[in-house]
């Protein structure tokens, strides 16, 4: 996809990057010539403008491109005036950053529909984790049900999948194990390998290193976790 | 649990308000009371001190809590310093933010390995969610293995579930299938209700609006979300 990023601070400047990494053509914007130099080699392109300078914001190739995502951070007035500059342009797909709750009325008024708050979902993230103990990682379907990575309860090890019957006991399905393993690469450095075995074998026996992948509702789940 | 937020902007703030939402007992800390003032009804106490300053930190019950996390942005130097002062005191579980890969690398070299980067990881998010079109939500097992939320691809609506074939076409697995729909509550907006009804019956008929949840290595997803 063509991309257009206007804004290359933390954020922005990792998602372009990211964007670029996966085969996107990525054209990075920002007033600053110090973070275009920095992402000269990492973008397609890196373009030192004033993106409030309408001039100069319509001769990057707008209407050219897939998606244009507005990524000022602090100065939310730059990211109101860029966002209004573009919505006048019209573009196909615009995605905009907001800083605060006003910001965001702000950005809906405008009629932008699509709106990234990159601490705030961060956040919510970590909240999660922190609350799950125990949970590595987990996956929201809907409000009451959800898809968790979760080392295996202790009580269970050297049990077989089977015995545990976690379906009966909690009414939560185990739909794969992970296992985790260190390995060491050609340069010494040791790095984390996991290897997704697929559905357990009823009478496979359980390792104190298991990861398990599962699904069910909320309720239930916490009161696997907890074991 | 009982968790201290060190720096209340808009990642520690909403983390600390989310947290203390979740049922934990949350102690804001920011040097500017404007925020203290702002998170004051929403946390169990908001305190205003300067971090930097030894013995106004030692003043909080930092032995006593579950985690203590070091949410300071832009004030790099600060971030540190206070970070040093509680690895020096010792906390039972320690967590700082970090704004870019230096200040991550003296982070780690004091000892830190909680870390988080939230600017980073919601930009790897948004790469992945903007490179995968008709993909709601995805979740990573491991480098090659996801669960994603996918719109049924449309060639199919109209079929049954066992004409369709999904593993044997796409060696991808049909967790669940989740129905949204919309549901005005009685003060008359419209909020979006989904429905996780599971497995489908393979002689279900695809309906145009299945968004299915489905599991498989990330090559096969592609193929199957490209349809
Ligand atoms: N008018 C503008 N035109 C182009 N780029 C701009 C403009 N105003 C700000 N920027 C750039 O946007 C980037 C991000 O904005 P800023 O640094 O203000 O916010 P931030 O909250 O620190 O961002 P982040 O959290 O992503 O690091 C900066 O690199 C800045 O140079
Ligand atoms: N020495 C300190 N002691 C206590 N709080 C501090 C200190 N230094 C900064 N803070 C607070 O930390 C908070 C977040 O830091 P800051 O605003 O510098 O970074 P930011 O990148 O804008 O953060 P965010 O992206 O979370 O909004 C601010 O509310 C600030 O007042």
Not at 87 to 106: C, D, T, Y
Not at 144 to 152: G, Q
């Given at each position: 996809m063509k991309i257009i990023i206007i804004g290359l601070g933390n954020f922005g400047g990792h998602l372009a990057e990211k964007l670029a990494q996966r085969g996107n053509e990525v054209i990075g914007v920002d007033s600053s010539i110090d973070k275009v130099n920095a992402m000269k080699d990492k973008l397609t392109h890196a373009i030192c403008l004033n993106a409030t300078d309408q001039m100069a914001l319509s001769n990057l190739p707008l209407k050219n491109s897939d998606i244009v995502m507005?990524?000022?951070?602090?100065?939310e007035g730059a990211n109101i005036i860029v966002t209004a500059i573009l919505k006048n342009i019209g573009v196909n797909r615009l995605i905009s950053r907001a800083i605060n709750p006003l910001h965001e009325s702000v950005l809906q008024a405008l009629g932008v529909h699509e709106i990234v708050h990159p601490e705030a979902e961060t956040a919510e993230r970590w909240a999660k984790k922190l609350c799950l103990?125990?949970?590595?990682n987990s996956f929201d379907l809907n409000k009451n049900y959800s898809i968790v990575e979760v080392e295996v309860p202790?009580?269970?090890?050297?049990?077989?999948y089977e015995d545990a019957a976690f379906k009966e006991r909690?009414?939560?399905?185990?739909l794969t194990i992970i296992k985790h393993s260190e390995q060491s690469s050609f340069l010494g450095k040791n790095k984390i390998v996991s290897n997704v075995e697929g559905a357990p074998d009823p009478n496979r026996i359980i390792a104190a290193d298991d990861v398990l992948v599962v699904f069910g509702e909320n309720n239930d789940l916490q009161k696997f976790v907890r074991g």
């Amino acid at each position: 996809m063509k991309i257009i990023i206007i804004g290359l601070g933390n954020f922005g400047g990792h998602l372009a990057e990211k964007l670029a990494q996966r085969g996107n053509e990525v054209i990075g914007v920002d007033s600053s010539i110090d973070k275009v130099n920095a992402m000269k080699d990492k973008l397609t392109h890196a373009i030192c403008l004033n993106a409030t300078d309408q001039m100069a914001l319509s001769n990057l190739p707008l209407k050219n491109s897939d998606i244009v995502m507005v990524c000022i951070g602090e100065n939310e007035g730059a990211n109101i005036i860029v966002t209004a500059i573009l919505k006048n342009i019209g573009v196909n797909r615009l995605i905009s950053r907001a800083i605060n709750p006003l910001h965001e009325s702000v950005l809906q008024a405008l009629g932008v529909h699509e709106i990234v708050h990159p601490e705030a979902e961060t956040a919510e993230r970590w909240a999660k984790k922190l609350c799950l103990e125990g949970v590595l990682n987990s996956f929201d379907l809907n409000k009451n049900y959800s898809i968790v990575e979760v080392e295996v309860p202790k009580q269970y090890v050297g049990k077989t999948y089977e015995d545990a019957a976690f379906k009966e006991r909690y009414n939560v399905t185990v739909l794969t194990i992970i296992k985790h393993s260190e390995q060491s690469s050609f340069l010494g450095k040791n790095k984390i390998v996991s290897n997704v075995e697929g559905a357990p074998d009823p009478n496979r026996i359980i390792a104190a290193d298991d990861v398990l992948v599962v699904f069910g509702e909320n309720n239930d789940l916490q009161k696997f976790v907890r074991g």
